[in-house]
């Protein structure tokens, strides 16, 4: 059972354009929900992260969007840059309740900026 | 700038032999994990730990043992290694603190199972 699921699986788009990237997950004690960026060959790193309580948080291009409602996340870039291509993972937990890090991953989104 | 060492980067083992994957970090972090990632499919939590001397399960902990000997060091076993576990195993801390939820990777370890 996938709790956090992730679309597209991979996409490309033109130096410039923006992207956005959606998740939805299953599980309402689920509260906090980072997005990680994976380039080949490396580890994944925090890119942003978004608590339940806020609808919106923005750090430069990057901006997550989150909806309680629908239990839908999302992530844009704007002005997307060919060094953004990498892997993006969403993933959520039940922070407070849950053990700290113990993350549940989508299966990731495969990006592509073309210059 | 927070530093996880895995170690080795890749390695090829035979079915039913004994594998060790190694972590180091340098965060002073409390907190250690082990992910699988496999091929188009997310990172799933292995074992964790929380300090020295304890180790925990995690998610998918079936066929791995752990050993978390100090802070700095977190130990990934594999007693009786088997096809299913090929993948690529990455470690990873985080702190105590307001910013426990930021996991730190490191590179990852390959691991051919043959």
């Known amino acids: 059972q996938q709790q956090v699921r992730q679309s597209p699986q991979s996409l490309t788009v033109w130096e410039g354009g923006t992207t956005v990237l959606t998740c939805s997950y299953e599980?309402?004690?689920?509260?906090?929900f980072p997005w990680y960026q994976q380039f080949p060959g490396e580890g994944p790193a925090l890119l942003i992260s978004i608590l339940s309580v806020s609808d919106k948080k923005e750090d430069g291009r990057f901006t997550t969007f989150f909806n309680k409602r629908e239990k839908k996340l999302s992530l844009h870039i704007i002005d997307s840059q060919p060094g953004d291509s990498a892997t993006y993972f969403c993933?959520?937990?039940?922070?407070?309740?849950?053990?700290?890090?113990?993350?549940?991953f989508g299966r990731g989104t495969r990006l592509q900026v073309y210059a | 700038e927070a530093a996880v060492t895995q170690s080795p980067r890749s390695k090829v083992a035979v079915t039913g032999g004994k594998v060790t994957l190694s972590c180091h970090q340098t965060n002073n972090h409390d907190y250690m994990y082990w992910y699988r990632q496999d091929t188009g499919h997310g990172l799933r939590l292995i074992h964790y730990s929380y300090v020295a001397d304890s180790t925990e399960k995690g998610d998918i902990p079936d066929g791995y043992k752990a050993s978390r000997p100090s802070q700095e060091n977190f130990s990934l076993i594999l007693e009786l290694a088997s096809l299913s576990q090929t993948a690529v195993y990455f470690c990873?801390?985080?702190?105590?603190?307001?910013?426990?939820?930021?996991?730190?990777f490191g590179s990852g370890t390959r691991l051919t199972v043959l």
């Open positions: 993933a959520a937990s039940a922070w407070g309740t849950q053990v700290v890090g113990q993350l549940t």
């Open positions: 599980d309402s004690t689920f509260n906090y």
């Open positions: 990873a801390s985080s702190g105590r603190d307001s910013s426990a939820e930021t996991l730190y």
